[in-house]
């Protein structure tokens, strides 16, 4: 999607209004934490703008999809808070509807694909809700929440397509505006766009001139396509570590919001993600999931163009991530920063070869984690082997020098990336 010098008009009326993001701000303000907008000197030096970060993995449910939910279930009547609500979520729209229900002394109803994390079961059983699970996805969890929800005549919580959600998320933006109103571009993950949209309706509203850059994962770009296309469409959705915002198809109510205040969109793949998750923890010690991660992924990648010097946030939306699967995706992360090679080479099958490749690397400085031989699955010939040697290094050139090195010697080598 091209960038814009001014907002586009809606193609359908739009739900939400700026004072209905104020009064979702008075609503929940007892109840929602006002997350810091930190500044960081190490992250601008590695962009090139001044970054910021709002980090809303700090919220009580480590994600900032508690203030939609909460914003919902505080409008509901007493009647409708006496037959309670429910949701269908694998994550953290799950944790932030179970977390408001309690709060508020209302029954809540969770149901959750089967396939659902242990870690996101264990953060919603946190706050007590009833959870069913069903189905191997959230297409068939969702078909199984509108089914109970005929039967028990609760309120069913959409994760983003509710005009009440939506202001809740644009609480954000408020936010923001109060604690650095010279902020130049705000980057913001985007999923069904509820987030998005209730943002940049607030900001826009009140400084126009700011810019609003949504960014999704590669395998799901349903906004970009719905955008272009100019309507609401769906898409394949293929699997991603960016699982939260992973929506095959964008909000109703979201898209002509999007349509008038969203400047661009942009993607990033899955080393981009995996790597931003690392370079987050280890320069901010901020623990992040892939889908709170892929704002500043387009951020670190140069995906977004004239940054250069600019105010910049990056709102961080969550940082519910399996730690079962952490370890893999930092292990891509430093595959993407060049700090661990897989080189695949072709050696003699004989006594001193390993010993050779080994003294190369030990000579350029790399550090071999781990060897694997394939001397039956291989294009190598009879007499030969191939090696497949893990190594730690220090960089994309460092890993250049030890290939350079070794085919100088006379092996054929290869890098391999990560599936």
């Known amino acids: 999607m091209a960038s814009k010098s001014s907002p586009k008009p809606e193609s359908t009326p739009i739900s939400v209004t700026f004072a209905d993001v104020e009064s979702a701000r008075e609503a929940i303000r007892r109840y929602v934490f006002e997350t810091p907008c930190a500044y ?48 269908a979520s694998a994550g953290n729209h799950a944790q932030g509807v179970a977390y408001a229900a309690q709060r508020n002394d209302v029954k809540a109803t969770i149901v959750m694909p089967e396939t659902t994390p242990l870690a996101k079961v264990r953060g919603t059983q946190e706050f007590n809700p009833e959870i069913v699970f069903h189905g191997s996805g959230y297409d ?29 998320q644009g609480t954000v933006g408020l936010e923001l505006l109060e604690q650095n109103p010279y902020l130049d571009t705000i980057i913001v993950p985007v999923g069904g766009g509820g987030l998005i949209a209730g943002l940049a309706l607030a900001m826009k509203e009140v400084n126009p001139k700011i810019r609003i850059i949504g960014v999704e994962a590669e395998q799901v770009p349903s906004m970009k396509a719905s955008l272009e296309a100019g309507r609401v469409i769906e898409i394949e959705r293929r699997s991603t570590i960016a699982d939260g915002i992973a929506v095959a198809k964008p909000g109703k109510y979201p898209f002509p919001i999007v349509q008038k205040y969203v400047d661009e969109i942009v993607t990033v793949n899955e080393e981009e993600i995996a790597n931003a998750i690392m370079v987050l923890l280890e320069a901010e010690k901020t623990l992040v999931e892939g889908s709170g991660a892929a704002g500043f992924a387009a951020l670190y990648n140069n995906k977004i163009a004239n940054i250069e010097g600019k105010r910049v946030c990056v709102i961080i939306t969550g940082g519910n991530i399996d730690i079962t699967i952490l370890s893999k995706i930092l292990e891509r992360g430093l595959a993407k920063d060049g700090r661990l090679a ?18 190369i690397v030990a000579k350029y400085r790399g550090n071999i984690l781990n060897i694997t031989h394939n001397r039956v699955f291989t294009t190598a010939s009879l007499r030969e082997t191939e090696v497949d040697f893990l190594l730690e290094t220090k960089g994309q050139a460092h890993i250049g020098d030890i290939m350079a090195a070794i085919a100088a010697s006379g092996f054929q080598v290869q890098a391999l990336r990560p599936a």
């Open 40 to 87: 960081s000197e190490r992250l601008s030096g590695m962009t090139g703008c001044k970054t910021h970060l709002k980090l809303e993995n700090l919220q009580m449910t480590a994600s900032y999809k508690e203030r939609g939910a909460m914003n919902k279930i505080l409008r509901l009547t007493d009647k409708e808070k006496k037959a309670g609500v429910i949701a």
């Open 140 to 168: 068939d969890a969702f078909g199984r929440a509108k089914e109970i929800q005929k039967e028990q005549g609760s309120t069913f919580i959409h994760a983003f397509d509710d005009p009440l959600v939506i202001a809740g």
């Open 342 to 359: 897989n080189l695949r080479i072709i050696i003699p099958d004989a006594p001193g070869s390993i010993a050779t490749i080994a003294g």
